[in-house]
């Protein structure tokens, strides 16, 4: 279909996109500000009940002494245990107790006092009083507990809130309203596509085909009715014309048939015979035998069921570090860093594994098949997830929630890639990621708040349901394959392996590029910067947000490269930059060792990785020519490829535990940021040589 046939579409995709934009965001703004006073109304007297019922607590443990006989100013641990219940209540700054004489007895081990404290404490411990009461003062807010026990009066506690927790409270809570407005349009696009392309996009490709068709004098084709009322009324004019095109030519060549039966050797009916003949050699009425049937708008189809598979898997992202470390314990006297990056490497290991089996017997059993079966082990393996509580179950199930998504992975992506040309694979590449990362975009986001509400259980059980509602919308829109022509056998793998492994070209962006990559990414990305935010006291939502900025910017930046910056520069020149950026941005980690260093080095990640990424996977491609590639087959570099490419993202984890075992965590990331950018350059040196020698050959 040409260019010009489809601009009104595009036209009328991006003002209903822009419509749908404008009313999500103005429903969010007004139930956010109508939200607004809720939260003021319920969160102050939340906190304050939650200091009474831990004033009652600690008062409680008092009168037990006082009834034992045991002096109130000889009780041990006091201030460790003032600490252990600050440090599970974020919302309480400090806790105190007094004697009727106004001397402090005990106090939480960060609380400091001066003068103005000091005789705050002294003028209200020495005033006994029946109940609690809330107090707020310039040098105190909080609430006053008397310990009274059979009407005497022993002396006062003092439980300090945070007046900075409300803020931040509602600071985190503006922020979540955001990212689930950002994620709702996120997903609202998505959804916009797959319908505007079944309803709208579709119908007019198969209708302009149709007409196209015609035009050649070809009316064997009949359409079925799809898309709105509308486009059902042309489809149905259409038919009509090609039935009638069809049931004329052929009582003209029954009446003839009738003649030459009837009147064998006259004289008109040579002259009968060559007209038919001239009709036939135009005209087209019946499908020849090796058609194939015209089938638009397949990636768009793909692309809603794959974001959210996608997800469902990264829902857990955020926290699968954090997790780990709570389950910790002792394993064959390995460190706890480097046992913590286990799970996600387990991930990896079984997600690259998968990927070349899948390829062995993709072609065999179809796409179809193995998308289905991965979306159920998927499911599953998540759901199992939320139940457990052992480490190596743990791993187990991480493990095999790898292997269902190498099985997705890789069918989507071969259908992403194979119908396209060699000069738009960079494009298709770049529609391709663009779906992996805005499901995990919403994932990490919705994720973050979910773990911070509903707990890590919570989210994997949303997970597998999320899992199971992409097995449900690849049944309707898969479509069912029956192969094309590629090897299935392993003789072919392993001949195909040998080939591919001998491309000096293929080999130097799988080991300069492909795999640095994957190490930074999970052994930065996924490991580091939720363990090093957690450190930092930064809450789930918070270290999911700081991942979406990593992903936005796939999404955004990564299209605008791939369509305009590959116009003007190679992709071996985009490649190298990527690299070198991204090792420059692992390093800032290191100079400003905060959290606002860490979201600045995970942003330019973001934006290094939009400039190679659309590019590494077409470098690879077409490292072979055409005919090489087809005779090795599409699957079968790409799953060799992703199983190589992989093994970054195995080693990614255990070389950072590995380097934390040894070192501080700056040493580390300036370890990795150094040798990610050295690799970039090395890649662009061997580009250059084996461009000279391709030149001089």
Not at 182 to 208: G, Q
Not at 242 to 268: C, H, I, K, V, W
Not at 306 to 320: A, Y
Not at 646 to 668: C, E, H, Q, W, Y
């Amino acid at each position: 279909m040409k260019t010009d046939n489809k601009t009104p579409v595009v036209s009328l995709t991006f003002k209903i996109n822009l419509l749908t934009i404008a009313l999500i965001g103005l429903s969010g703004l007004l139930l956010s500000l109508s939200y607004l006073p809720i939260f003021d109304e319920t969160t102050k007297p939340l906190i304050d009940k939650k200091a009474y019922a831990i004033a009652e607590s600690l008062g409680l443990s008092f009168r037990k002494a006082i009834e034992n006989e045991i002096p109130l100013d000889r009780l041990q641990n006091t201030a460790l245990v003032f600490d252990q219940v600050l440090k599970e209540n974020k919302e309480l700054k400090s806790i105190m107790f007094a004697n009727p004489e106004g001397s402090l007895l005990y106090r939480d081990s960060g609380v400091n006092i001066d003068k103005g404290l000091t005789g705050f404490i002294k003028e209200k411990a020495g005033q006994s009083s029946r109940t609690y009461v809330l107090t707020s003062a310039d040098v105190f807010h909080g609430l006053e507990m008397p310990v009274n026990y059979h009407g005497i009066y022993y002396g006062k506690l003092f439980i300090e809130t945070d007046r900075e927790y409300y803020r931040q409270v509602f600071q985190d809570i503006l922020f979540d309203i955001l990212t689930v407005i950002l994620i709702s349009f996120i997903v609202a696009l998505e959804m916009l596509k797959l319908t505007i392309n079944l309803l709208v996009t579709r119908p007019i490709e198969l209708v302009a085909h149709a007409l196209d068709e015609m035009k050649k004098g070809h009316y064997w084709q009949r359409l079925k009715s799809s898309g709105l009322g509308e486009f059902v009324s042309i489809d149905r004019q259409l038919n009509a014309i090609a039935d009638s095109m069809t049931s004329r030519y052929r009582a003209a060549a029954a009446r003839y048939e009738n003649l030459s039966t009837r009147f064998a050797g006259a004289r008109g009916l040579g002259d009968a015979a060559r007209s038919l003949r001239a009709i036939e050699a135009e005209y087209l009425f019946e499908p020849p035998a090796d058609v194939r049937q015209y089938r638009p708008g397949r990636i768009p189809n793909y692309r809603a069921p794959f974001f959210i598979f996608m997800f469902s898997h990264m829902l857990c992202l955020s926290f699968v570090p954090i997790m780990s470390e709570k389950m910790y314990r002792p394993i064959m006297g390995l460190s706890k860093s480097f046992l913590n990056g286990v799970p996600i490497s387990a991930f990896m290991l079984f997600w690259a594994l998968a990927m070349p089996l899948t390829g062995i017997w993709l072609r065999r059993l179809g796409r179809r098949k193995f998308i289905f079966l991965g979306c159920l082990i998927s499911a599953l393996s998540l759901l199992l997830t939320a139940f457990v509580s052992r480490y190596e179950y743990f791993v187990v199930l991480r493990s095999l929630s790898g292997v269902g998504f190498g099985m997705v992975f890789l069918c989507v992506q071969d259908i992403f890639l194979r119908g396209s040309q060699q000069e738009e694979r960079s494009i298709a590449s770049s529609y391709f990621w663009a779906a992996f990362f805005s499901g995990t975009v919403c994932g990490t986001g919705i994720g973050g708040i979910l773990a911070d509400r509903a707990g890590f259980s919570g989210v994997f059980i949303a997970s597998a349901l999320a899992a199971c509602f992409s097995w449900v919308l690849f049944l309707f829109l898969a479509e069912e394959d029956k192969g094309s022509g590629e090897p299935k056998d392993m003789k072919h793998y392993d001949s195909a392996l040998g080939t591919i492994i001998k491309n000096i070209r293929f080999s130097s962006v799988v080991l300069f590029l492909s795999i640095p990559g994957k190490i930074v990414l999970t052994g930065f990305l996924y490991y580091l910067v939720p363990l090093t935010l957690h450190g930092f006291g930064a809450s789930q939502s918070f270290i999911g947000r700081v991942l979406m900025i990593f992903s936005l910017a796939i999404i955004f930046i990564g299209p605008f490269f791939a369509r305009h910056f590959s116009k003007y520069f190679s992709r071996a020149f985009l490649s190298v930059s990527g690299s070198v950026l991204a090792g420059s941005s692992i390093i800032i980690g290191f100079l400003v060792h905060t959290v606002y260093g860490v979201v600045i080095g995970v942003t330019l990640l973001g934006i290094a990785r939009s400039m190679y990424l659309p590019v590494v996977d077409a470098l690879a491609l077409e490292a072979f020519r055409d005919e090489e590639l087809k005779k090795i087959g599409t699957a079968s570099v790409l799953s060799i490829y992703g199983l190589f490419e992989k093994a970054g993202n195995v080693l990614g984890p255990v070389i950072v535990g590995l380097l934390l075992s040894f070192a501080d965590t700056r040493s580390a990331l300036l370890l990795i940021g150094t040798g990610t950018a050295a690799c970039g350059l090395l890649y662009g040196v061997l580009h250059l040589i084996e461009g000279k020698k391709a030149a001089v050959s």
